[in-house]
């Protein structure tokens, strides 16, 4: 009995953490557009630069 303990405590764990996780919103709302953010370039003329696409 003592063995299944721990498992059980981290299923209860799990799902109580992904009911939570339900509530919270992600991502663009329709109609938003990303903020702008760099990204290193590794070919081209730029390679080896950080670049910002906006």
């Known amino acids: 009995m003592k063995r299944l303990v ?6 209860a764990l799990g799902l109580c953490a992904a009911a939570l ?3 919270l919103e992600s991502g663009l709302k329709v109609g938003d557009s990303p903020g702008a953010f760099n990204v290193k370039d590794v070919t ?6 950080s670049l910002c696409y906006r």
């Not at 721990?6 to 299923?11: C, K, M, N, R, S």
């Not at 081209?44 to 630069?49: I, K, L, N, W, Y």
């Open 6 to 11: 721990p498992p059980i405590a981290v299923l």
């Open 44 to 49: 081209g003329p730029s390679a080896g630069r």
């Open 21 to 23: 996780a339900g509530d």
